[in-house]
T-cell receptor, first 112, second 112 residues
Framework: DTGVSQDPRHKITKRGQNVTFRCDPI?????LYWYRQTLGQGPEFLTY????????KSRLLSDRFSAERPKGSFSTLEIQRTEQGDSAMYLC??????????FGEGSRLTVL | QKEVEQDPGPLSVPEGAIVSLNCTYS??????FMWYRQYSRKGPELLMY????GNKEDGRFTAQVDKSSKYISLFIRDSQPSDSATYLC????????????FGSGTQLTVLP
């Protein structure tokens, strides 16, 4: 499978714990995006990388959130001190030079 | 008020019906318009991409953009049960899709 891969697919955690999600984009894609989708809503933009550089961050990305793409390949999204409001699907997408976005199947976070 | 408004449905139609899905937007800076399809527990996948006002057809799907009214539509002809999914409109201010703004999605069920 050469699509966008996300791991884990589902994470259940207790409030206050830290969680980390990983995204492996399509191999030749230089751009990588993180979106968040809550139930009954469309995805909301969080941040975007071109190669290893994080070029845009949404105001939704509070200081508890940090994203990295250290070698311009896979990316991680970490949420510290999780809150119940963080419960959502975290979607990763990749594109080649800003073309069509290909989304992964998402990582679902449940904060108890 | 959200920048992009979409009727959430749910919408239920018999197989073979013509389906009309719509979004309105408030920000005239949006120049590029997309429709995504999202099956349950999957990431969104791109269906249609349009730039200018007018119609664009692809098989059973027709995307329509009216920039003067800030209104976009997706028509599905001869709907099939396999079309049952959530349909999301999305917009961006540039062709290089750094940041997409999504509607909340319309859940469609096509009954056999």
């Amino acid at each position: 499978d050469t699509g966008v891969s996300q791991d884990p697919r589902h994470k259940i955690t207790k409030r206050g714990q830290n969680v980390t999600f990983r995204c492996d984009p399509i191999s030749e894609h230089n751009r990588l995006y993180w979106y968040r989708q809550t139930l009954g809503q469309g995805p909301e933009f969080l941040t975007y990388f071109q190669n290893e550089a994080q070029l845009e961050k949404s105001r939704l990305l509070s200081d508890r959130f940090s994203a990295e793409r250290p070698k311009g390949s896979f990316s991680t999204l970490e949420i510290q001190r999780t809150e119940q409001g963080d419960s959502a699907m975290y979607l990763c997408a990749s594109s080649l030079n800003g073309g069509e976005l290909f989304f992964g199947e998402g990582s679902r976070l449940t904060v108890l | 008020q959200k920048e992009v408004e979409q009727d959430p449905g749910p919408l239920s139609v018999p197989e073979g019906a013509i389906v009309s899905l719509n979004c309105t937007y408030s920000n005239s800076a949006f120049q590029y318009f997309m429709w995504y399809r999202q099956y349950s527990r999957k990431g969104p996948e791109l269906l249609m991409y349009t730039y200018s006002s007018g119609n664009k057809e692809d098989g059973r799907f027709t995307a329509q953009v009216d920039k003067s009214s800030k209104y976009i539509s997706l028509f599905i002809r001869d709907s099939q049960p396999s079309d049952s999914a959530t349909y999301l409109c999305a917009m961006s201010k540039s062709g290089s899709a750094r940041q997409l703004t999504f509607g909340s999605g319309t859940q469609l069920t096509v009954l056999p």
